[in-house]
């Protein structure tokens, strides 16, 4: 009987590819040295797909009974989709971005431009690198540092 | 959205300042966002920067065609440098979205910079 008990490593190999996959948005892309490569989740996707391995191994040991195999194909067909998805987003799909060959390079001139603040300002480029402007506590800065993100929408 | 570079910018805004660097973030969104989720909720304390028509964005060549939330153009991240006579002085246009500069980096590149006149 001892067979039939609860195939416990195919739901926590489930339930930790889940986890770990969530982890990475939630949690360690918080921090440069989690978030530039995401080895906590690679970490955690090695102990889930052996637990996997230790629970395949279990539902397809004789004298299990067919219901616990589909289970465990499921689950862990399940996982690889998991699996999959979060490493071509992070991996694959992360590096489409646009070459952008024509941004300024460094001892080119940066081009000039004027935007409006949080506080419905418009400022340039050459007002931020030449006064004191936006309430911060700096005189006339050494330099600006631009820092294009890709926003709400 | 995630704003793990944006916070380490806060963060070390004191070396920032201390470096003679104003960091300007710049994005599509719209100035009434930038007041209530990035100034408001958030709390940065530098200067945020809407581009909503992409001038700024399409100048640098920063576009990122319908990548935005119901395909909206926005931008690609990047860092510029720029002294103060307007000249570049590094950047950083990132290979993959989730790697990103980090202060130490940028106020490493800033030094040159921050002990001119």
């Known amino acids: 009987m001892n ?9 926590a190999g489930f339930l930790l ?4 996959s969530i982890s990475y948005p939630v949690i360690f892309m918080r921090w440069p040295t989690t978030r530039d490569f995401p080895w906590v989740t690679l970490l955690l996707y090695v102990v889930a797909a052996a637990l996997l391995v230790i629970g395949i191994r279990r539902a397809f040991a004789s004298g299990r009974a067919l219901k616990s195999k589909i ?13 999959g998805l979060f490493l071509f987003s992070t991996l694959i799909m992360s590096r489409w971005l646009p070459a952008s060959q024509g941004a300024p390079q ?16 418009t400022v340039s480029l050459s007002e931020l690198l ?24 | 959205m995630c ?10 805004l004191d070396k920032f300042h201390q470096a003679g660097i ?26 945020f920067l809407s581009d909503p028509n992409l001038d700024a964005i399409r100048r640098y060549d920063l576009v990122h065609a319908g990548a935005g939330e119901n395909g909206h153009d926005i931008a690609r991240p990047a860092e510029f440098l720029i ?3 307007g000249t570049v002085r590094w950047l950083n246009l990132t290979e993959n979205y989730f790697v990103r500069a980090r202060p130490e980096q940028i106020l490493e590149a800033a030094k040159t910079v921050s002990s001119e006149q």
């Open chain 1, 3 to 11: 067979t039939q008990r609860f195939n416990w490593q195919i739901w």
């Open chain 2, 3 to 12: 704003h793990s570079e944006l916070r380490s910018i806060e963060k070390n």
């Open chain 1, 71 to 83: 289970a465990a194909s499921i689950l862990t067909a399940l996982t690889l989709v998991i699996m």
């Open chain 2, 83 to 85: 002294d103060s006579k």
């Open chain 1, 106 to 121: 460094v001892g080119q001139k940066a081009p000039d431009f004027s935007l409006v603040d949080a506080n419905g300002k």
């Open chain 1, 130 to 153: 030449s006064s004191s402007t936006g309430g911060q506590q700096m005189s006339k800065p050494k330099g600006v540092l631009l820092i294009f993100y890709r926003g709400y929408w």
């Open chain 2, 22 to 47: 104003r960091p300007v973030a710049i994005s599509v969104d719209n100035p009434e966002i930038n007041r209530e989720q990035m100034v408001g909720n958030a709390g940065y304390t530098f200067t």
């Open chain 1, 17 to 20: 590819s889940l986890a770990a």
